[in-house]
Structures are given as structure tokens and as C-alpha cells.
């Protein structure tokens, strides 16, 4: 009996361990996004070139979950709700990836928008659109160590303000490109950096579902919300953006 | 020996239905991707409904891929090798889910340019890239199936033209956005479905990657040359793109 508990409790061990690894890429991510936020609004090139060459950190932790989750299934062989959980925990260090990917493309950017004219106050609404996701980043791993459902669903939920931010964000840019061919150039760069936001959104909202399918075993049932419609945003002449 | 050579065959009928499954949502990606680009072409608005639509059956076949490798996981136990495989089967899945995202993406966009003024040749140069990219998927399911670590590297080599293709029409939509305030909506939604189709090639070639590590035990050593700078170009006043 002894040996049993031994063995049961290095599993224990184990699973906590893959939440550490997995709080930690995670927290890296948001610190990336934060980053390259506060170094779009302030044009800080050298901390965006270290954000650039910082997000080999988050892929050497996503290759570490990938080793060690294999480890822990070939030696562990859980069943049921364990293995549930380690599945998940092999998805979301994939969305978190991909999330310090996106921060990383916003810091590329940045730096050829330091080389570019002034662009006004979008930068502003791009600040106040990655804020609201660094919230959720940060709510979603919260719930993902406490194995809290709820809190992972309200997440889900918030996506929806990102999207309307990003929407009303492309017509604001579109506008900015008509009225000034000079902004068109930089103000590319914004609905991109924009667009790769909204996408870090997406991918919180998945690490959400899956937090959601880790505790009930099931995907959450209802079709999220939309609230972005720049997809379908078309521009006239006149330089007005309509839905 | 009867019994034990049963559970081994019933077990590699698990692993050939696991292939089965990612075989054909891979193809059902591809032909979304081909279809979301004639649609673009075509600016067929039907197709390009139809293509939204679709994207549902590729979700739920991740679905059945994600609950079929849980029980497989559960009920075979399986070691090295055998896992290695698994595991990547889950990986790969998730990754012709966000191909298909962006098929679907593709298409949503083209509703909208169809509602715009012609907007000239940068559409077949979108169409090459397309071109490009659904060879690629099409060789790196062939190798998938195929356990063919060679033709996944090969893959993983021609995305730099994808790279190169998105970089030059990248500069070419911004010049035709400088001399033509009215082609900036339109440009605009080219630049996303561009960008889409390069995110399609990365997601191919995170694929190729999964393919080396399965046949190999590791990914791939070297850093794959990168051909895309457009998050590095910068647009003189004059119009004229540089890097």
C-alpha cells in the first residue's frame, strides 16, 4: 500500500508540475503582450527588439509540455479525468504560443513603425483593445490552475468587447488611410497589429473552452457571441466605413 | 496468443482510423482553401457562403479526432513510439482546424469585396500563392500518411516562396492603396486574405514540423529560412514601398 500512495503521489507531483510549467508559459505570454504594448505607445525599439528575441523562451517551454506530457502518459497511463487533463494542458500550451507569437509580430511592427510620422490616436484604442486582453490572458490562467469553469466562461464572454473594439478600430483606421495616403503605410501596420490582438483574444477564448471541456468534459454548448464585423466592414469613395 | 494478437490488431486499426480522420480533414481543408480562392477569383458569392457554412464539419471532425484519441489514450495505453504518433495526430488536427479558419476567413472577405469596385491583377497573385500553399498541404498529407519525414521537410522549405509572394504583393496592394484612396477598402481585404494564406502556410509548415518529430523523435534542428519582411515595410510619402 505504501507503494501505491508513492506512486499515486509522484502523479500528483507530475500534474502539478505541468500547471507550473503551463502558469509559467503563460504568464511569459502576458508579459510579452504587455511589453509590446507599452512599446508601441512609446516607440521603444529596444525593448521590442528584446520582445522579439524573448519569445524563444515561451517555444522552449512549449517543447518542454510536449516532452513532459509524453512522459507522463507513457509512464502514468492516467485514465478518464486525469488524462483529460493533460490533453488540455497540451492544447492550451499550444494556444499560448501562439499567443507569444502574435506579441512578438506586434514588436516587429513596432519597430518599423518607430521609422514612420506620427499616426495619432488609434495607437490609444490599441492600447485600451490589448489591455482588456492582457485581463482575460490573465483571468483564463487564473481559472485554469484553479480548475474554475465559471471563471473561464466569464473570459469567454469578454471576448466580445475585443472584437467590437476591433471593429469600430479597422472603420477609424480605414477612415485615417482615406483622408492621408502618407498614413497609409503606418496605418497598415495598426490594423495589423490590431488584427493580431483580436487574434491573442481568440486564442484566450480557447484556452477558455478548454478549461470549460477540462472540468465538464464537454465543450461549452452555445455559439459564442461575435462582436467583430470588420470581415464585412466595406469603405465608400467618400471615405466613410459602413457594415 | 489469439487474445493478444487481437488487441494488436485492433490497436493498429485504431491508429489507421486515427489517419483516416486527419486524412480527411485535411482534404476537406484543402478543398476549402482551393474552393475560398476560385470563389475570390470569381467573386462567387454562392461559393463563398457555402464555404462559411462548410467550416462546421471540419470543427466537428477535430471534435471526434480530440474525443477518439482520449479513448484510444485510455483503452490502449501506448508507449514510445505509438504515443509519439498520437499525440502528434492531436497536434496536427488542431492545426487543419485553423487552416480551415482561415479558409473560412478567406470567404467571409470575399462577400465583401464582391460588393466593391474591381480592384485589378493583385488577385491572381493572390490566386499563385493559393496555388502554392494547397500543394503544400496536399504533399504534407501525403507524408503525414506516408510517415515520409523527407517530403514533410521538403514542405517546410517552400514555404519561404509563400513568404516571398506575401512580401512583394504586401508592397504592391500598399502602392495601389498611395495612388488610389478609393482601392484602400478593397486593398485592404486583400491584405488580410494575403496574410490568411501566408498564416495557412505556417500552419502547414508547423505540420511538416509535427511530421519530422514523429518519424525522428525531435523537430527539426536548423531555423527554416524565413522570405517575409512585410512586417518590415516601410512606405515613403511618394508612395514608393521599401524594406
Redo the contacts between chains.
Keep these: 500500500m505504501v507503494g501505491t500512495e508513492h506512486i499515486v503521489k509522484g502523479y500528483d507531483a507530475d500534474l502539478s508540475r505541468l500547471d507550473n510549467m503551463i502558469a509559467e508559459m503563460g504568464g511569459l505570454a502576458e508579459a510579452q503582450l504587455a511589453a509590446a504594448i507599452g512599446a508601441l505607445i512609446r516607440f521603444d525599439t529596444d525593448v521590442a527588439q528584446r520582445i522579439v528575441a524573448d519569445d524563444k523562451k515561451i517555444d522552449e517551454l512549449e517543447?518542454q509540455v510536449?516532452d513532459f506530457?509524453?512522459k507522463l502518459?507513457?509512464l502514468r497511463?492516467p485514465?478518464?479525468d486525469d488524462?483529460?487533463i493533460v490533453?488540455t494542458g497540451?492544447?492550451i500550451s499550444?494556444n499560448i504560443e501562439r499567443i507569444g507569437d502574435y506579441a512578438k509580430?506586434i514588436a516587429?511592427?513596432t519597430?518599423?513603425l518607430a521609422?514612420?510620422p506620427t499616426i495619432g490616436s488609434s495607437v490609444n484604442t490599441i492600447a485600451r483593445m490589448g489591455n482588456v486582453v492582457e485581463g482575460m490572458i490573465k483571468n483564463v490562467l487564473d481559472a485554469y490552475i484553479a480548475r474554475d469553469a465559471e471563471k473561464a466562461d466569464d473570459v469567454r464572454l469578454r471576448d466580445q468587447e475585443v472584437d467590437q473594439i476591433h471593429s469600430s478600430l479597422f472603420r477609424e483606421l480605414?477612415t485615417y488611410?482615406?483622408e492621408d495616403?502618407?498614413k497609409?503605410?503606418?496605418c497598415?501596420?495598426l490594423?495589423?497589429i490590431a488584427?493580431n490582438i483580436e487574434r491573442i483574444g481568440d486564442h484566450t477564448t480557447s484556452i477558455a473552452e478548454q478549461i470549460h471541456f477540462m472540468v465538464h468534459g464537454e465543450?461549452p454548448s452555445d455559439d459564442r457571441p461575435k462582436g467583430d464585423s470588420s470581415?464585412?466592414?466595406?469603405?465608400?469613395?467618400d471615405?466613410t466605413?459602413r457594415k
Tied chains: 1, 2.
Excluded: Y
Excluded at 231 to 237: G, H, L, N, Q
Design positions: 517543447s510536449d506530457t509524453v502518459v507513457a497511463q485514465m478518464a488524462l483529460r490533453i497540451l492544447k499550444s509580430n516587429k511592427r519597430l518599423t521609422k514612420t480605414l488611410m482615406m495616403p502618407r497609409i503605410g503606418p497598415t501596420h490594423l495589423f488584427k465543450m470581415s464585412f466592414t466595406v469603405v465608400e469613395a471615405g466605413a
